[in-house]
């Protein structure tokens, strides 16, 4: 494997390999499979969980990592094309970003959006440009538009708790959030269930629809897998029978790049805070799932985290084995 960007990428087949490597490393270590292999992690966004489970991803298999992120005592870093260095920053991308992946045997790269122009982010330009100048396998660790890793984890956490592929019904759901969120785990999560062959109903206040390429994208791994992707702003309707609820804050649209507007067309919708009540018509034993970082008491309550339908704690530690699957396929020589 050169790459691990999209899951869109890999055929169903080849994901249902990678769930079922990260079980068997699960169950049979492997100590030695990347013995001598290194991975540069390249941090332009901050996080917890991918970082850590990265490093214990390639410790677990006898590999090593190193990190890299802006917030470390290296040089200013700057991205912009055809720019006169005589500010702050004093090494470029272009430069830094070949000599981190020349350490390494392979590279993963974190840069969220820029939240600047929309088309650029639904592209997923900046992240282009950073692994067009790695000459080693790359791993997308977040981007604009793409969370790869975590929709596989994601999906494994489903098949560990046996709930169904195809027929399964799946609500994503927005919620309220005081920032302007990114669209890259909402992008990557309606790939995800419609490539597993779910039901997929996209929940959200008019004004947070998905963009069309995002929602195109996801109708067309439905058209393939036998499953749909349809989209409400109708709670009841949504929740009905729902056998899990992916919870998740974005940016509209509309305001794309404008907080100030954002926040204005938002300030009635703070009831999109998931609790008991958005159960009421669902699978009983309906399951919420997050990403994490998740805001208490703004995203969803305390009851519902800390209760029997959050499985968020196992979405997080399924991160570590389904890289070690991906970063195995990429790296091991067996
Ligand atoms: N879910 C996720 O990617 O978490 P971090 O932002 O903490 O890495």
Not at 68 to 85: A, F, K, N
Not at 88 to 95: P, R, Y
Not at 224 to 237: C, L, N, Q, Y
Request: net charge negative; proline share 5%.
């Amino acid at each position: 494997m050169d790459f691990f960007n999209d899951l869109a990428d890999f055929s169903t087949a080849e994901i249902r390999e990678l769930i079922t490597l990260a079980c068997r490393l699960d169950e049979k270590p492997e100590p030695r499979a990347l013995d001598g292999k290194v991975l540069s992690l390249l941090f332009l966004s901050p996080s917890l969980r991918t970082l850590v489970s990265f490093q214990s991803a390639m410790v677990r298999m006898g590999g090593g990592t190193f990190v890299v992120s802006p917030d470390m005592s290296i040089h200013g870093l700057e991205s912009r094309s055809g720019i006169v260095m005589d500010g702050v920053a004093a090494e470029h991308i272009h430069e830094a970003v070949p000599v981190i992946a020349s350490y390494g045997d392979a590279i993963g790269i974190r840069a969220f959006a820029r939240r600047e122009n929309l088309d650029d982010d639904l592209a997923d330009r900046e992240f282009r440009e950073l692994i067009a100048l790695a000459d080693t396998p790359y791993i997308n660790m977040e981007s604009a538009i793409n969370h790869p890793c975590q929709s596989l984890a994601d999906w494994k956490t489903m098949d560990d708790l046996g709930l169904p592929a195809n027929g399964g019904k799946f609500v994503q759901s927005w919620t309220w959030h005081p920032q302007p969120m990114p669209l890259a785990v909402p992008a990557a999560t309606v790939q995800m269930a419609a490539m597993r062959g779910m039901d997929v109903t996209v929940l959200r206040p008019e004004g947070f629809e998905l963009p069309d390429t995002i929602m195109d994208k996801a109708r067309q791994a439905a058209a393939m897998s036998g499953g749909s992707v349809t989209e409400t702003d109708d709670r009841a309707d949504a929740m009905k029978d729902g056998q899990v609820i992916y919870v998740n804050s974005w940016s509209s649209a509309r305001h794309y790049a404008n907080k100030r507007a954002e926040d204005k067309f938002k300030l009635e919708l703070r009831d999109w805070c998931v609790d008991e009540p958005w159960f009421e018509n669902a699978a009983s034993d309906c399951r919420f799932m997050h990403c994490l970082p998740v805001r208490r008491g703004v995203t969803v309550t305390d009851r519902i985290l800390d209760g029997s339908r959050s499985v968020v704690v196992a979405e997080a530690r399924n991160r570590m084995l389904v890289q070690m699957a991906v970063l195995h396929q990429m790296l091991s020589s067996s």
